[in-house]
């Protein structure tokens, strides 16, 4: 039987109420948790674009390499044959190495816009995981200031179920009264931590 507001009256019912709430606190804040842990995002995505850049990296060290390679060998090819045809390999060579350097250039050019589009896009990300968190942080404060509320209320309700002599003391003496009902609720407070 629930009392005004939806509140439940039996014990039984208020516990498990209580229990139902701190588990889907728990799960929220858990939840929570792992979203913001943005450093561990972070380096994951770092070594991402780390890999990624000395993968480039290496294969444009490995295509200048061979670009190189094959330049060197034509030259010495043709300058067996003759003078001129030396000089024109030598041409062929230096033409060859440019388009290299220019390659080379174009791939390291490359390379830093695809990092710089990377860490923008953890940067985003980072950012959109920390307005979640705020988000659910305010969600779960405002279902806290609902859950004290409603304990506000249930504390006047059974304050007000009180046969006369309870309410007569509690009127006249409230301080001890207020010390018996701080002293159940941290016990009720220790055995639900021992519980989790």
Known sequence: MTGPGGIPQNR?????????????????????VHKVDVPARAREAAED???????????????????????????????????????????KAEELAGEAKVKAAEAAEKAAEKVGAVAGEAKVKVGAVADEAKVKAAEVADRAAVVAD???????????????????????????????????????????????
């Open 49 to 91: 674009v780390k890999a990624r850049a000395s993968d480039v990296v290496d294969e444009v060290k490995g295509k200048a390499a061979e670009v190189a390679g094959e330049a060197k060998v034509k030259a010495e090819e043709l300058a067996d044959g003759a003078a001129a045809v030396a000089g024109q390999a030598r041409a």
């Open 150 to 196: 409603q304990a506000r209320g249930r504390a006047s309700y059974a304050v007000e179920q009180l046969p006369p002599p309870a309410r007569r003391a509690l009127r006249e003496h409230p301080a001890a009264v207020i010390a018996g009902v701080v002293a159940v609720g941290l016990l009720v407070w220790r055995l639900a931590r021992r519980g989790r």
């Open 12 to 32: 039984r019912e208020l516990e498990l109420d209580i229990q139902l709430t701190r588990q889907e606190l728990g799960d929220t804040v858990e939840a929570l």
